[in-house]
């Protein structure tokens, strides 16, 4: 790419507008749990000022008083709208949605329709550490089904797992989460089918958590699980949220295949009235307007997921790091360090840079660290210059 081409690229990207500073000055969580002189690359917020057209639609809001409760079908339909445009998949019903508080808590009651207290929740662990949480908070049962070396769904061992969490006919679900945090990778279509298939036979519920899916590198195509043969029964929790950064303003969607309707008419109404009106606002602004601003959020994601590789095949060779195709996350594989169980407090010790822990992420997770790559590539740069300096 030309000097000019690549600076133009450079002037819009949202990764790049603000300065060390700036961030400090933020009260979120990424930047306030550890002192300043620790590069924060862990929890997944992203370091972009928000997209345009929803800081629009919230100053709007807040000008008008509009601080009320929500009402209407704005959300669903501008995400059925997204859905269309980014997917090709037209199989989003507004009248099978249900607003959530945000996309933990819809999973939560995604797992109430379809399971008992006490009954399996099937999940391919290393995953998201508030899986286990969340899913033992609400009184189930959490089963691991690892991941294959190659960090995709392991269908054999899925298979196995299935019927163990079936046993004596007990109801069971399979937490999907697709794309899968924290390795990035994008489930295939034919991939999904087959889960949808065995998750058919075995008379398991997936419900699919997709917060991720508006984030994928270039080249790159999601595939929503309720759009695959066999997901009828299926129910996906969406959101604006990782793409637009909006965890601030919290927002998701239940959205329930056609077999799952009679399922979705059980939410409980204490949990559909729950969501934020200046989230909804927010997310909706999103969906219909924010698509420009995600593509150039997306095309700095590809430099960084690229500026990551290169760094450490020349600092830290010994890492390994296989680029995911979706999220701002990447699992670095630090076993060959000699640093233990922990790298990631190696990390934060010895080389002032927050990594999230491997081992939070379950079985398989020791000895690796996820860092998160929604910042400027500068910050990346010295991110890995700390880690180097932390294993000499
Ligand atoms: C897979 C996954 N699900 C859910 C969430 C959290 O979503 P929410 O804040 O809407 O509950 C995250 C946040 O990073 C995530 O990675």
Redesign the pocket.
């Known amino acids: 790419m030309s000097g000019v081409l690549s600076g133009a690229r450079d002037a819009i990207n949202p990764l790049r507008q603000l300065t060390l500073d700036q961030l400090r000055q933020r009260t979120s969580l990424k930047w306030r749990e550890y002192p300043d002189d620790v590069l924060p690359l862990w929890?997944?917020e992203m370091d972009v000022p928000l997209a345009e057209p929803v800081a629009r639609a919230i100053t709007d809001a807040v000008a008008r008083g509009d601080t009320g409760y929500t009402a209407g079908t704005a959300y669903p339909r501008a995400l059925a709208e997204f859905a269309r445009r980014r997917w090709g998949w037209d199989g989003l019903a507004v009248e099978r949605t249900a607003l959530v508080p945000?996309?933990?808590?819809?999973?939560v009651e995604a797992l109430r329709l379809v399971t008992g207290p006490g009954d399996a929740v099937v999940v391919n662990c290393p995953v998201?550490p508030?899986?286990y949480e969340f899913v033992a908070h609400a009184g189930r049962r959490i089963v691991e089904a690892p991941l294959g070396e190659d960090l995709r769904i392991d269908l054999d061992a899925l298979e196995e797992v299935f019927r163990r969490a079936r046993t004596g006919g007990r109801p069971a679900a399979y937490l999907l989460?697709s794309p899968h945090?924290p390795t990035g990778v994008i489930h295939t279509a034919d991939e999904l089918a087959a889960v949808a298939d065995l998750a058919g036979r075995h008379g398991v519920r997936v419900v699919a958590?997709e917060?991720?899916a508006p984030v994928v590198a270039g080249g790159a195509r999601f595939t929503p699980y309720l759009s695959v043969p066999g997901a009828e029964n299926g129910l996906s929790?969406m959101?604006a949220?990782?793409g637009w950064n909006l965890?601030g303003l919290?927002?998701?969607l239940l959205i329930a295949g056609p077999a799952a309707a009679g399922d979705l008419a059980r939410v409980p109404f204490e949990a559909s009235v729950s969501t934020s009106h200046l989230g909804v606002i927010a997310h909706t602004a999103a969906f219909c307007d924010g698509g420009e601003w995600l593509d150039a959020v997306l095309t700095g994601l590809d430099d960084n997921r690229r500026l990551l590789a290169a760094l450490l095949a020349e600092h830290l060779p010994a890492v390994g790091y296989h680029p995911g195709q979706a999220?701002y996350l990447a699992w670095l594989d630090c076993r060959a360090l000699g640093l233990g169980d922990d790298p990631a407090a190696v990390f934060l010790d010895r080389g002032r840079v927050a990594l999230n822990s491997g081992s939070a992420f379950g079985t398989g997770g020791d000895g690796h660290v996820r860092l998160n790559l929604a910042t400027a590539p500068e910050l990346i740069t010295e991110a890995v210059r700390r880690m180097a300096a932390a294993v000499v």
């Open positions: 929890v997944a945000d996309v933990m808590h819809g999973v998201y508030p899986f989460c945090n958590d917060i991720h929790l959101s949220s990782k965890a919290r927002g998701g999220t």
